[in-house]
C-alpha cells in the first residue's frame, strides 16, 4: 500500500472519530489498536502495551505532574486574588488597566501555574466582574484573559512544555529555558497591543477614578506578596539555568515552594491539599494518557513508512526551510480554530519532528 494512502486512511479514521465526540486520546487509541493490529497481527498489540508501558515508565516525564501541582495549590488556595491586588497598586491610570493587569498577572501566574487552565480560571473569576463593572468591552475583557492564559504553556513551568519534550524526544530542561524569552515577548506585545488600542479606542476600556496610594503600602505589598513568589521561581527555574538541579528535581524544589508559600499566608489547609491532589491526578492521568497514545501513533507513523516518506518529500522541495516552517504554523493556526492544544501537538508531532530533524533540513536551518 503506498504511503500517500496509508497517512490518508489514518488521518481521515482519526478525524471521523473525533467528529463523533469521543474523547481525543481515545481516539488516538483506536487507531493504535487497529494499526498495530493490521502491521503485526496479535504480536502487535502485545508490543502496543510494552511501548505504552516504556513511554510512561520513565523519569522525564516527573516534572508534569509537580507543575500541575504547583497550579492547582495556588487556584485552591487562594493566593490569586492577592497577588492581582498588588500588581494592581502599581498600574496607575495606564489606559485598559484592567486588560494590562490580566496581562501582567498571567506572567506572573505563569511562574507558579503549569497549565494554562488554572491560570485562565483564576484571572477570569477575579477580573471579569470588575472588568464588566467599569464597562469594559468583551474584546478586552475576555481577549486578554484568554490570551493570558497562553503564556502559562510558554513560561516556564510549563506541563505542555514538558509534554511536547516528551513526545518529540526533546531535552526537557533546554525546551523550558528556551521558551522563557519567546513568552515574555509575547507578554510584551500583548501589553502594547492593549496600549495602543486603548489609546485609540478609549471607549472599549474606560478610566474610572482611582484612589492614590501611598509607596509605602506599594512596596510592603510587594515585600509580601511578590518578592516570596520570586523564591518560588528560582526554586523552579533559577536552579534549571544554574546547573544545580534537572527539570523533575526543579520541579520538585518549585512544588514544596508553592505548598510552603500557601502554609505562610495560612491558606492551605486539608480541603485545599484534598482538591489540589485530586485535581492533580486528574490532569496528570489524562496527559499520560495522551503521551501513551502519540507516542504509539509516531511509531504507528514510522512502521508504515509514512513519516519517512513524507519527510523526504517535504525535504526534497525546492523552498527554503523557513517556508516550510511558515506552512507548518499555519497548520497549526488552521487546527487551532477547532481543536484543543495537546490534540493538535499528537497530531502535528509525529509528523512535523522527522521533517525538522532531518539531516538536510536541519542543516539548513542552522
Known amino acids: 500500500m503506498e504511503w500517500q494512502l496509508v497517512l490518508l486512511l489514518i488521518f481521515g ?7 463523533t465526540g469521543m474523547p481525543v486520546a481515545f481516539c488516538f487509541m483506536f487507531i493504535n489498536l487497529v494499526g498495530m493490529y493490521v502491521f503485526f497481527g496479535l504480536t502487535g498489540l ?3 502495551i510494552i511501548s505504552m508501558y516504556r513511554t510512561l515508565n520513565t523519569f522525564i ?9 504547583m497550579g492547582e495549590v495556588l487556584f485552591h488556595s487562594g493566593i490569586a ?3 492581582i491586588k498588588t500588581l494592581d497598586k502599581w498600574l496607575g491610570r495606564l489606559p485598559g488597566r484592567l486588560s494590562l493587569l490580566a496581562v501582567a498577572s498571567g506572567t506572573l501566574f505563569s511562574t507558579l501555574t503549569g497549565t494554562s487552565l488554572a491560570s485562565v480560571a483564576m484571572l477570569g473569576s477575579v477580573l471579569v466582574p470588575e472588568m464588566e463593572q467599569q464597562g469594559y468591552k468583551k474584546s478586552m475583557t475576555l481577549g486578554p484573559i484568554l490570551g493570558s492564559g497562553g503564556l502559562a504553556m510558554m513560561i516556564p513551568p510549563s506541563a505542555l512544555a514538558v509534554l511536547c519534550g516528551a513526545i518529540a524526544e526533546i531535552s526537557i530542561g533546554k525546551i523550558l529555558i528556551a521558551i522563557i524569552i519567546p513568552g515574555l515577548v509575547m507578554a510584551a506585545i500583548y501589553a502594547a497591543y492593549i496600549i495602543t488600542r486603548c489609546w485609540l479606542q478609549p471607549s472599549i476600556a474606560p478610566t474610572y477614578v482611582i484612589p492614590p496610594i501611598p509607596l509605602s503600602k506599594k512596596l510592603l505589598a510587594t515585600a509580601r506578596y ?3 513568589q520570586g523564591i518560588v521561581i528560582f526554586l523552579c527555574i533559577g536552579v534549571i539555568f544554574l546547573g544545580v538541579t534537572t527539570p523533575s528535581e ?5 512544588s514544596i515552594g508553592t505548598i510552603i508559600l500557601a502554609l505562610c499566608y495560612r491558606r492551605l489547609n486539608w480541603e485545599v491539599l484534598k482538591k489540589a491532589i485530586t485535581g492533580t491526578i486528574s490532569v496528570t492521568g489524562m496527559l499520560f494518557l495522551i503521551i501513551a497514545g502519540a507516542t504509539a501513533f509516531s511509531q504507528i507513523l514510522a512502521y508504515s513508512g509514512a513519516s519517512a516518506s513524507l519527510s523526504a518529500l517535504v525535504t526534497g522541495l525546492p523552498v527554503a526551510p523557513i517556508i516550510i ?12 480554530c477547532f481543536m484543543d492544544v495537546v490534540s493538535i501537538m499528537m497530531i502535528t508531532l509525529p509528523i512535523f519532528v522527522p521533517v525538522v530533524l532531518s539531516r538536510e533540513f536541519h542543516h539548513h536551518l542552522v
Open 46 to 48: 502485545e508490543q502496543l
Open 13 to 19: 479514521s482519526l478525524m471521523i472519530l473525533m467528529a
Open 226 to 228: 511578590v518578592i516570596p
Open 325 to 336: 516552517i511558515m506552512v507548518m504554523q499555519v497548520v497549526i493556526l488552521f487546527l487551532g
Open 61 to 69: 516525564l516527573l516534572p508534569i505532574p509537580l507543575f500541575i501541582l
Open 250 to 254: 526543579a520541579a520538585a524544589t518549585g
Open 81 to 83: 486574588p492577592v497577588l
